[in-house]
T-cell receptor, first 111, second 110 residues
Framework: DTAVSQTPKYLVTQMGNDKSIKCEQNLGHDTMYWYKQDSKKFLKIMFS???????INETVPNRFSPKSPDKAHLNLHINSLELGDSAVYFC??????????FGPGTRLTVT | DAKTTQPPSMDCAEGRAANLPCNHS???????VYWYRQIHSQGPQYIIH???NNETNEMASLIITEDRKSSTLILPHATLRDTAVYYC???????????FGTGTRLQVFP
């Protein structure tokens, strides 16, 4: 059973398009996160939601909008994709901010 | 959050103990030391964390010096599957933000 799952695993799209990445966790956690890992392998937090409430909102372009329909899901919508958005995006979850469990990642390539 | 310093890379023979050091000389009294690892192309994986006392779980042991300015992650019997980038992260009690540095790339060889 997959604890934290993401779809799709790979996403190739053109500049200017709008795309979404979905994340689901079946661990019963109350907090979910989105991280971005760029080509230099730096891993940075973007957002976190606790019980569907936005808690962490790092300096991220407003083209990125997280949406949490319920505690088990946190989706990431990206408008007007740019070349610099190419990266691996990881979803994670935790219970009350304790150790975080990460998904397998979504590799986004913008051409 | 306190800054951590780790060696960029280390090697370890399979079956031997891997000792990964981390310096966090500016750590505050209520900040925890967390260790995660990232095996190639996978999501980061939680390993262990501690505050003051040494900790052990099924994956590893964490040794924190008495002054808390450094710590060592110990993988007692490294296997090839332990080849990964290991991240030492200092995190305060009132935030769940993890700030990943560049980590230590551990290569376990046969």
């Amino acid at each position: 059973d997959t604890a934290v799952s993401q779809t799709p695993k790979y996403l190739v799209t053109q500049m200017g398009n709008d795309k979404s990445i979905k994340c689901e966790q079946n661990l019963g956690h109350d907090t979910m996160y989105w991280y971005k890992q760029d080509s230099k392998k730096f891993l940075k937090i973007m957002f976190s939601y606790n019980n569907k409430e936005l808690i962490i909102n790092e300096t991220v372009p407003n083209r990125f909008s997280p949406k949490s329909p319920d505690k088990a899901h946190l989706n990431l919508h990206i408008n007007s994709l740019e070349l610099g958005d190419s990266a691996v995006y990881f979803c994670a979850s935790s219970y009350s901010g304790n150790e975080q469990y990460f998904g397998p990642g979504t590799r986004l390539t913008v051409t | 959050d306190a800054k951590t310093t780790q060696p960029p890379s280390m090697d370890c023979a399979e079956g031997r103990a891997a000792n990964l050091p981390c310096n966090h000389s500016t750590i505050s009294g209520n900040e925890y030391v967390y260790w995660y690892r990232q095996i190639h192309s996978q999501g980061p994986q939680y390993i262990i964390h501690g505050l003051k006392n040494n900790e052990t779980n099924e994956m590893a042991s964490l040794i924190i010096t008495e002054d808390r300015k450094s710590s060592t992650l110990i993988l007692p019997h490294a296997t090839l599957r332990d080849t990964a980038v290991y991240y030492c992260i200092v995190r305060g009690p009132n935030t769940d933000k993890l700030i990943f540095g560049t980590g230590t790339r551990l290569q376990v060889f046969p």
